[in-house]
Nanobody, 117 residues
């Protein structure tokens, strides 16, 4: 059973930085791509950043230049370094893992990020 365990997040002020982590445990060998999503109250879940099996990284326009996604394959862990945070970045952040050999997508439980103005 694959589990994605998230850590990080919290309450910060605008302009501050935070780092989120997502560690895959269990037999996660089927996971090839991973990503970070977020969901703000009353809004749909949206893609923030994603990394493919060939390490190509995509950033949503609203975080490009401020957020950095990285992955440590040796630790089966993905990170999201968030800088220059804005109040509109306030949301629950979820990590996602997927691959064509996986029976389904895997999701972390989510972590709250709150940015005060």
């Amino acid at each position: 059973q694959v589990q994605l365990v998230q850590s990080g997040g919290g309450l910060v002020q605008a302009g501050d930085s935070l780092r989120l982590s997502c560690a895959a445990s269990g037999d996660s060998s089927c996971i090839s791509g991973m990503g970070w999503y977020r969901q703000a109250p009353g809004k749909e879940r949206e893609l923030v950043a994603a990394i493919t099996s060939s390490d190509n990284i995509y950033y949503a326009p609203f975080v490009k230049g401020r957020f950095t996604l990285s992955r440590d394959n040796a630790k089966n862990t993905m990170y999201l370094q968030m800088s220059s945070l804005k109040p509109e970045d306030t949301a629950v952040y979820y990590c996602n893992g997927h691959g064509y050999r996986c029976p389904s997508d895997y999701w972390g439980r989510g972590t709250q990020v709150t940015v005060s103005s």
